[in-house]
């Protein structure tokens, strides 16, 4: 039985500034909706709108040269290509709007909705991104919380429907392209400490998408792109790492996490993430 993916808001990870100093993670246990009471949760990978809300809030600055060039969307031909650039075009709209950048919106926004149709998920996607265009007020909050909530509502769809391999590259390009970002939003190495730090905190949510992907694995271009993924985490695996007790704490209908695995960011690790990053984002960008 291939496995499902619950995404749900009310996860949050807190990221803090110094490598050294504890990460904790909160879980909302109040919302008693029939997704939250779901005892199945098998992966947590959290939206690009998810990440970028604290990416913007960091030391980094911001760099909107480095996104992908949406004309470039109409030159994919195969399905592979256009469900990898749908997510990363997915990375890109998050972080538009994550800076207020909203007035470039609507130019990624009719990619995403060709590619949809391209695919065959238009009958999720399509009615679900629509709507975020009627909706949409112009406002940042407004639409990063369309575009959020979109996420979560429609990916558990594409595996009811069949669009388990699709949703595998989706995934994977959205996630290379958040890397790509945060990379590139980085002032260097030892100058954007605590997005250094969110960059670090990525190897779980590499781990968890290597977790999904793994279900997919008789489609080849899913296998392909999991064998890049294995890639990346062996360079997180060089990373500065220490381990502590992990304590479990109840406050007022919130379960607070904090010790388990800390890792630190290296000159090296952050170096080699970059170009492994840089290489995987040409290859699925590429339009050849």
Known sequence: ???????????????????????????D????????????????????SEQFALISKMDGQKNFGIMHDPNLADKYGTSAQKALNFGVYTADVAYLTSYNETNKYLTYFGKLEKLGNDIGVAQVFGKELGELAKKWDGNADSLFRLSDETYNKTFQRLIEIDKGNELSLMLVGGWVESMYLMIGTSKGYGKSPKLEQAIADQKLVAENLMEFLVSYQDNEDVASYTSAISGILDIYNTMDCSSSETKVENANGKLNFSGGEQCKMTEKCFNDLKARISELRNKITATN
């Not at 499902?4 to 990460?23: D, I, M, N, P, W």
């Not at 109040?30 to 199945?40: H, K, L, M, R």
């Open 1 to 27: 039985m291939r496995k499902s993916l619950y995404l749900f808001a009310g996860l949050t990870l807190l990221v803090y500034a110094c490598g050294g100093e504890e990460q904790k993670q909160t879980v």
């Open 29 to 48: 246990t109040t919302d008693t909706t029939e997704q939250t009471q779901q005892t199945a949760i098998d992966f947590n990978i959290p939206s690009p």
